[in-house]
């Protein structure tokens, strides 16, 4: 039982160029996020899904899209990346429901360069 | 909306002193109330949450918080800290929807 996992664990960019981080759960989750830290900002959540084939805006969306094709995948893109999009990545998921089983699982991060 | 405030930006504490760190909320109904631990490099990991009941929670590794609603507050204790324990903490609070909203971490340093 893998857990959350990212991939990749590093990278660097050039502005302008894309890319898509990949994160998997083994947990059987309806619930995925994409969340951005940065320091002095805590995490903040980029974009969620609420099951397969669902996707929503969190609190700083712009830039970035998301794709959970798969019950056990949830993809980041970057289509033109920018030097404010340094940070470091981090995917959670949980089961989905209201009540003591709600409780995120975080991967270990993906940071990435812009330069 | 739902915020989360951590007041202390950084923490120094003797080892085998006790801990506090401050969580402040701003929810309108019964919040789900957590506080996870990041270590260098590794992603966070679950200490303890709130969702109901008993006021008082127990978590991992000899942590505890209280709820305190009428403080709106959820203060992580731990009455002897390790050197371990150095990491970064962080309170989040979510709602029915299962959005978290995280405050902007305490960073604790543990000194022999």
């Known amino acids: 039982n893998a857990g959350v996992t990212q991939t990749p664990k590093f990278r660097v960019l050039k502005t302008g160029q894309s890319m898509t981080l990949l994160c998997a759960q083994d947990m059987n989750h309806e619930y995925m996020y994409w969340y951005r830290q940065d320091p002095g900002m805590g995490l903040r959540l980029i974009h969620y899904?609420?099951?397969?084939?669902?996707?929503a805006k969190g609190e700083v969306p712009d830039g970035y899209n998301v794709s959970r094709l798969k019950k056990q995948n949830f993809l980041l893109g970057l289509e033109s990346a920018a030097p404010s999009q340094t940070s470091v990545y981090f995917c959670a998921s949980s089961y989905g429901l209201a009540g003591d089983t709600d409780t995120q699982y975080f991967g270990p991060g993906t940071r990435l360069t812009v330069l | 909306a739902q915020s989360v405030t951590q007041p202390d930006i950084h923490i120094t504490v003797s080892e085998g002193a006790s801990l506090e760190l401050r969580c402040n909320y701003s929810y309108g109904a019964t919040p789900y109330l957590f506080w996870y631990v990041q270590s260098p490099g590794q992603g966070l990991q679950l200490l303890l949450k709130y969702f109901s009941g008993d006021t008082l929670v127990q978590g991992i590794k000899g942590f505890e918080a209280e709820f305190k609603r009428s403080q709106s507050s959820f203060n992580l204790r731990k009455p002897s800290v390790h050197w371990s324990d150095a990491a970064e903490y962080f309170c989040a609070v979510g709602n029915t929807g299962n959005q978290f909203y995280f405050g902007t971490g305490t960073s604790l340093t543990v000194i022999p």
């Open positions: 899904s609420v099951g397969e084939g669902t996707t």
